[in-house]
């Protein structure tokens, strides 16, 4: 964790957008969205497979594999990808709330709870710094993240065209 001097900025450490950062970027969940995309999409195609546990047996109910083999893997696929949406949802809002933290340029904390918050606005180098790392480090995962929900979109209406052909 990087801390800053006590004097230049009165925010606790574990409260600085900074921290928050290397924080979240350390975090499993959240170090999904900085691998590499092969890596990244093999874990959402882990979730995706995953998700066809509780997936495969709605879809088997509504429509008996060995009858309607189509109807059943479209429907089972698109129950399944709704454990990627719900990741994908939650990876967007958590580096969407860092950079927005990043970018303000006061800071909302608190000192000892939640009852005494206190704003501090940041000096001119820590905003740079800030909006640097916002439009350099996180901007991009968060266009993966968009494009993740854009190709789930896509495959979703794609989905759909081939249902309605049956």
């Known amino acids: 964790m990087i801390e800053s ?3 230049i900025c009165p ?3 574990e409260q600085q957008p900074l921290n928050e950062y290397e924080e979240l970027k350390a975090a499993g969940f959240f170090k999904t969205c900085t691998l590499s995309w092969q890596q990244y999409i093999t874990k959402l ?5 995953l998700s066809w546990i509780i997936a495969g047996p709605v879809a088997a109910a509504s429509f008996a594999p060995h009858k309607q083999i189509i109807q059943f893997i479209l429907c089972g696929s698109a129950g399944a990808s709704v454990g990627v949406l719900l990741v994908l949802v939650r990876m967007y809002l958590g580096w969407s709330y860092i950079k927005s933290r990043l970018t303000t340029t006061t800071i909302f904390y608190e000192e000892s709870g939640w009852y005494d918050g206190q704003t501090w606005t940041k000096p001119e180098e820590v905003k740079s710094r800030d909006l640097l790392i916002a439009t350099y480090q ?3 995962i968060l266009q993966r993240i968009a ?3 854009i190709s789930l979109v896509l ?3 794609v989905g ?3 249902w309605n052909f049956l």
């Not at 195609?45 to 497979?49: L, M």
């Open 155 to 157: 495959l979703l209406l």
């Open 147 to 149: 494009q993740s929900f």
């Open 11 to 13: 925010v606790p450490t």
């Open 160 to 162: 759909t065209v081939v």
């Open 45 to 49: 195609v882990w979730i995706w497979g």
């Open 5 to 7: 001097s006590p004097y």
């Open 138 to 140: 996180i901007q991009p």
